[in-house]
């Protein structure tokens, strides 16, 4: 976090310095804030790991998205054909997930996936109550779920 409060401090001071203020120049001067972190996270141990994390974040963008097409597509063919497919349930999901931050991103994704829910936490913070809309094939679900949950915390760890 502390990178990137530095990356937009150098942003906002490139906009300031340039005396251009736009959008691409915004973007600018994140790229080159960017750049700048990348080079001195050798040196400054707050920084390090911070340039790994924005290709990680792609990554995981392009992920989600591609995720959430699947489920809407799946919960849209569901409900749009007599025929319904869904077998819903509730799961005790395992989570390798333990601050309040981590917990709170995955089942927040997870409740933006069309056709699942997070419902709760367990006391000791291990096991998120899930309700899937489609659980014909739980371990593929379970399977699904921790390689969400892998890549949050690739990000955030």
Same mark, same amino acid.
């Given at each position: ?52 994390? =924005?290709?990680?974040? %792609? !990554? ?8 959430? $097409?699947?489920?809407?597509? *799946? #919960?849209? &063919? ?27 991103? =995955?089942?927040?994704? %997870? !409740? ?8 709760? $936490?367990?006391?000791?913070? *291990? #096991?998120? &109550? ?28």
């Amino acid at each position: 976090m502390i990178g990137f409060f530095w990356n937009v401090c150098l942003a906002l001071a490139w906009v300031a310095l340039s005396g251009s203020f736009t959008a691409w120049n915004l973007f600018a001067g994140l790229a080159f804030g960017y750049l700048a972190l990348m080079v001195l996270q050798k040196h400054v141990p707050a920084l390090k790991g911070y340039s790994r994390r =924005l290709p990680r974040l %792609i !990554s995981f963008s392009l992920f989600f998205i591609k995720e959430l $097409v699947k489920a809407n597509f *799946r #919960v849209a &063919y569901d409900v749009a054909t007599p025929v319904w497919y869904m077998k819903p349930g509730v799961i005790a999901f395992e989570m390798e997930a333990h601050t309040d931050a981590e917990i709170m991103f =995955l089942s927040s994704f %997870i !409740s933006l996936t069309p056709g699942t829910l997070s419902l709760d $936490v367990s006391d000791d913070r *291990r #096991v998120l &109550y899930i309700h899937a809309m489609f659980l014909q094939d739980e371990e593929q679900l379970r399977k699904d779920l921790k390689e969400l949950e892998f890549r949050i915390l690739k990000i955030m760890r």
